[in-house]
Antibody
């Protein structure tokens, strides 16, 4: 069974940092582009970042460039999102997904940025 | 960035009737490789999103054939035939042809 399990979300003050993890089982991520997508409370879906199979290409939405870093460890079948300089507008549930956001998605991990 | 515009944003439907959602993009979604990466997602209340259709009209595994997609270029449609109670939720179109990937605003489907 394919599963993606996100973790690492928390309540953090503005300017703080968090590292999100996505542990995958049921398939090997080294054949897949992987992405993070987020959803602010009561809002729609927003693509955040994508990384190529070998990590050689990374793409980010404009508002997180320079603050967020997507990475992967294929040996651990895991995806990460290092988030620095967090802002209130980064408050959201963060989901990981493979390829063109293929199913299944995980349950997401909530990030709240507030003082 | 490619802007995705959905309509309507709210769609009350009668059980057993059909429903259609329109999604328009600000530029053609034909990728340089010839594919059109236009996908549809469903998010039921309290659940994670799930992809229903990819590349305009291909149903994901386990998706009922009541869901169908059509369109090309900049104009796309999701049709739900014979709406059931389990179809209540928010539906999003998304383009993955041009970076950054972008979503429509979402269409909330509810039962009349």
């Amino acid at each position: 069974e394919v599963q993606l399990v996100e973790s690492g979300g928390d309540l953090v003050q503005p300017g703080g940092s968090l590292r999100l993890s996505c542990v995958v089982s049921g398939f090997t991520i080294n054949n897949n582009w992987m992405s993070w997508v987020r959803q602010a409370p009561g809002k729609g879906l927003e693509w955040v970042a994508t990384i190529k199979q070998d990590g050689s290409e990374k793409y980010y939405m404009d508002s997180v460039k320079g603050r967020f870093t997507i990475s992967r460890d294929n040996a651990k079948n895991s995806l990460y999102l290092q988030m620095n300089g967090l802002r209130a507008e980064d408050t959201a549930v963060y989901y990981c997904a493979r390829e063109q956001l293929r199913n299944p998605w995980g349950q997401g991990t909530p990030v709240t940025v507030s003082s | 960035d490619v802007v995705m515009t959905q309509s309507p944003l709210s769609l009350p439907v009668t059980l057993g009737q059909s429903a259609s959602i329109s999604c328009r993009s600000s530029q053609s979604l034909v990728h340089s490789d010839g594919n059109t990466f236009l996908h549809w997602f469903q998010q039921r209340p309290g659940q994670s999103p799930r992809r229903l259709l990819y590349k305009v009209s291909i149903r994901d595994s386990g998706v009922p054939d009541r869901f169908s997609g059509s369109g090309s270029g900049t104009d796309f449609t999701l049709k739900i035939s014979r709406v059931e109670a389990e179809d209540v939720g928010v539906y999003y179109c998304m383009q993955g042809s041009h970076g950054p990937w972008t979503f429509g605003q979402g269409t909330k489907v509810e039962i009349k």
